[in-house]
């Protein structure tokens, strides 16, 4: 298998249990290859758009509609939402495996790998959907994932800054509270669900530091200073409430950088600029 003919053909698939069954096949081959023979690749396309099925429509985040989780298309809705991120974080992974060709086989290798389980991770959350009578694609959904990572396709450091750091990092924080409401609902099945999903999402985030660091290391660059500068820099605004503390840690985000994003939002009611207990 050449790998990234295969990475280029499972990101373009619009067939989501295709991208799925593609996704896997690569990882499976990684796991037992000892050597990708990166060297002889052409460059990365340039594509505005990774593979997605013609469902969901894909709408603004602010037209996604609201719906009460206890009707059973509002619940349907949340669970959809879900596996929505999930299809998303497939295609983010298998980008970051496939564009940026100047890194160490290892940083392929451990992007492929997250790109399956979180093929994994949409599979478990689409049979919960279909459980409930529902399927992916029978909701509007939104593609700001995808968006960002579009907007970091020229720079590795800023894509494994600002999404696995951020976008997916903040799966961490919200979670917790999804899953007690539907512990509320007595759905014990996609709680245990929720359970893989978020074990697995503090290895990716992890997956990203590590990399956020080694690159910030190759270019001389203070990772903590660098990261607050782009948070202003892109109005992140995903860090407002609740910051799961601990998870972030064992992702390995430092003390100061947790001191800072739990101190987001006080930083911006005093013009914009981080408070003083957090100047470094």
Known sequence: MLIYPALEAALLCTDA?????????VA?????????NLHAAAAALDFRHAGHPAKPELVPPAAVKTRKMTTAAGYAAMLHAIAHIEFNAINLALDAAYRFRRLPETFVRDWIRVAAEEAHHFGLMRQRLQH???DYGDFPAHNHLWD???????DPLLRMALVPRVLEARGLDVTPAIRAKIAQKGDADTC?????IYRDEVGHVAVGNHWY????????????????????????FVFRGHVNAEAREQAGFSAFELAMLENFEQSRHVGGHWPQALQH
């Open 192 to 196: 245990a669900v929720l359970d893989v």
């Open 213 to 236: 660091q080694y690159l910030c290391q190759q270019r001389g660059l203070a990772p903590v200073a660098l990261f607050r500068r782009l948070l202003g820099r892109y109005d992140l």
């Open 132 to 134: 409930w009578g529902f």
């Open 148 to 154: 960002m990572a579009y907007k970091t396709a020229f």
């Open 28 to 36: 499976a081959h990684c796991a037992n290859t000892e050597s990708l």
């Open 17 to 25: 249990a295709d991208k799925c069954r593609q996704t896997a096949a």
